[in-house]
């Protein structure tokens, strides 16, 4: 039976390029996004293009209720979900001292309540089936620390400490949870940065040049294939050597 993949924020940077992976791996793949809709369907007609299968889905994963309503769609209408990337994520930088509190709340609510509204949801059925895979996309700043990222850098931090502790309810079913910590990864997120800033981080990277999406999703398919199936509670860092652990 074909499997399903769940993957938020799909339709634009890493996570486009994992939905892609996966549809290239005979996953049926929901492609998540929130507004970018022309975009997600680009990747859906690629994924097909490729002979893979696919469907979008807008959700916005900050919202509980649209989550439920997804994940009770996907297994409806598929039978299972075997695969969930929590990916969307956003960003809204500046120094703590002139941080506003909704920009605080804004980080924390898409890319950590997000990932506990997918996860929340979609344990049940993997529960039910004893099987499944959950992958959180985190960030090496939530091991490094950032300046002028206090909000993004404690969304990432909590979803590292969500994933060892959803990783030890999850286990005995046989499910496994992990996250990745990209480094410097090209895409839109990092398209906006000065050259300046670029050169500098380029400097901290052993292995002397940035990460690419593919990278990423690299590390989702092995972790999501059986080949890991004893890797649980991790975060894999794929970051060039710019933080080692
Ligand atoms: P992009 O900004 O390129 O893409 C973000 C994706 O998330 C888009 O598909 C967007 O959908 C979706 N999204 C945003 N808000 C929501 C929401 N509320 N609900 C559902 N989907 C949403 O980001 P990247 O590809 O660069 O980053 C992907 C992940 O990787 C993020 O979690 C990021 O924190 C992480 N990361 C990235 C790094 C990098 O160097 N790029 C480094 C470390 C971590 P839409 O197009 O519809 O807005």
């Not at 299968?53 to 996907?74: F, L, N, P, R």
């Amino acid at each position: 039976m074909t499997k399903t993949a769940l993957v938020t924020g799909a339709s634009r940077g890493i996570g486009r390029g994992i939905a892609l992976a996966l549809g290239s791996e005979g996953y049926h793949v929901i492609v998540n996004y929130s507004g970018s809709e022309d975009k997600a369907k680009q990747v859906v007609a690629e994924i097909e293009d490729a002979g893979g299968s696919a469907e979008i889905h807008q959700c916005h994963v900050e919202i509980y209720d649209d989550v439920k309503k997804m994940i009770k769609h996907i297994t409806d209408a598929h039978g299972s979900i075997d695969l969930v990337v929590n990916n969307a994520g956003v960003t809204k930088d500046g120094l703590l001292m002139r941080m506003k509190e909704a920009d605080f709340d804004r980080v924390i609510d898409v890319n950590l309540k997000g990932t506990y509204n997918v996860i929340q949801n979609v344990s049940r059925p993997m529960l039910k089936q004893k099987s499944g895979k959950i992958i959180n996309i985190s960030s090496i700043v939530a091991s490094l620390g950032n300046a002028g990222q206090a909000n993004y850098v404690a969304s990432k931090a909590g979803i590292d400490g969500l994933t060892r502790s959803v990783a030890r309810e999850l286990a005995p079913k046989g499910i496994t949870v992990n996250a990745i910590a990209p480094g410097f990864i090209e895409s839109e997120m990092t398209d906006v940065l000065s050259d300046e800033i670029k050169e500098g981080m380029l400097g901290q990277i052993p292995l002397n040049h940035f990460g690419s999406v593919e990278d990423i999703a690299d590390t989702v398919t092995f972790l999501a294939s059986g080949r890991a199936d004893y890797i649980t509670g991790q975060t894999i860092h794929v970051n060039g050597g710019m933080y080692m652990g």
